[in-house]
């Protein structure tokens, strides 16, 4: 089977995910990605090693998302690479993230001068045919399309197996390639591993964290003016509270009235049906819960007429909900094991009782 060397360029930092698919598309279709990730030499040298493996390359994939990236001699790396690939009659499949697409704050570039430079640099891709995508698995499946008719429409010499073709040249080069693709493999299992260890950690530590901030609930019952009843809790069991009424939105009123009600002291006292928790009060409970990315204002469409304010879940908000209902429903199962296994040991052996025969005898 020929095996094809595909370019996968891109930044980096923003799209270890997107790049993460693109390669294990290629892996999957049985060709060799090369990219950044293999490249360890000094500043000095990277562009020659870049250089020479999109000589050698036979397509080349570029992923655009919402970052520029770095410069090099007033282009970015990203932009050098895909002039060079075009330069030398590689053909280039351009993916450019769709304009619906919400990047995080950390993801999109700050400087009026390299906004601009992304913006031009889209606009020159555009001027071939490109594909739009949404999200890493959307671009897994549109790489392999686009990689399939590519094959079929343009192709290129590739690499055939050793048998086939006589030189030791050839032979450690597949070698190499080979050895390169099974590293590459490991790298990817090895990064997910890490990244599910980490991204578990960090919600833990926010976990901690939330569980250290005090809050104190003002309540009104029914029928009084004042916000005279005070609960102490913490600004985690406030989000805990919250958080699956938010799994879709929660209005600032909604969620003064739910607080009030799983936080009254008394489960048979009336509280008030007009702002049973103070609003302004609500208010700085949502503002710190977005501090920490757990809450946003929903995207839902409402009436003009409605002057509420809704909130929804972030992805991380989410992530932490899921962490936190999950190691709940893991202790709840743990301790039912542990009470059914007591029980068992406990429970004293009955023993059979003898009964006495009525047989008569001759």
């Keep these: 089977m020929l095996k094809y060397q595909i370019f996968v360029s891109s930044t980096y930092d923003d799209l270890k995910d997107e790049r993460a698919q693109v390669i294990k598309a290629i892996l999957e279709m049985g060709h060799i990605p090369v990219g950044m990730e ?34 090099t001699g007033g282009v970015s790396y990203t932009e050098k690479e895909y002039d060079y690939a075009i330069s030398k009659n590689i ?37 071939r045919p490109v594909g739009f995508w949404k999200s890493a698995d959307d671009l897994h499946g549109k790489v392999s399309i686009a990689l399939m008719k590519a094959f079929n429409t343009t192709p290129r010499v590739g690499w055939s197996r050793s048998n086939t073709i006589s030189g030791p040249e050839v032979t450690q080069e597949l070698s ?7 590293e590459l493999r490991l790298q990817l299992e090895v990064a997910h ?4 260890i980490d991204r578990k950690s960090h919600l833990q530590q926010r976990i901690r964290t939330l569980k250290a901030i005090p809050k104190m609930l003002y309540l009104r019952e029914r029928g009084k003016s004042d916000w005279d009843i005070e609960v102490e809790t913490t600004l985690f069991k406030v989000f805990s509270q919250l958080a699956p009424e938010m799994m879709i939105e929660i209005s600032t009123s909604g ?17 008030s049906t007009k702002a049973p928790l103070a609003i302004n009060h609500m208010k700085l409970f949502f503002a710190d819960l ?44 743990a301790q039912a094991i542990k009470i059914e296994e007591t029980a068992l040991t406990s429970e004293p052996s009955v023993k059979p009782v003898a009964k006495k025969s009525t047989r008569k005898t001759a």
């Design 290 to 333: 977005a501090s920490f990315d757990l809450v946003e204002p929903s995207k839902k469409k409402h009436a003009v007429s409605d002057n509420e304010s809704y909130w929804s879940l972030t992805n991380e908000g989410t992530e932490l909900l899921k962490l936190d209902r999950v190691t709940r429903l893991e202790i709840a199962a």
């Design 176 to 182: 190499r390639l080979s050895k390169e693709n099974a």
């Design 193 to 196: 591993n890490q990244e599910a």
């Design 255 to 271: 969620a003064s009235t739910y607080l009030a009600l799983m936080n009254k002291p008394d489960s048979n006292m009336e509280m």
């Design 38 to 71: 293999m490249f360890s030499a000094a500043d000095e040298e990277q562009w020659k090693i870049i250089a020479r493996q999109i000589d050698e390359t036979d397509y080349y994939v570029l992923i655009a998302g919402h970052r520029y990236g770095s410069v």
């Design 91 to 127: 053909p280039v499949l351009g993916f450019i993230v769709d304009s619906s697409v919400e990047p995080l704050a950390k993801n999109t570039e700050k400087e009026d001068e390299k906004i601009a430079a992304l913006l031009a640099f889209k606009n020159k891709v555009k001027q």
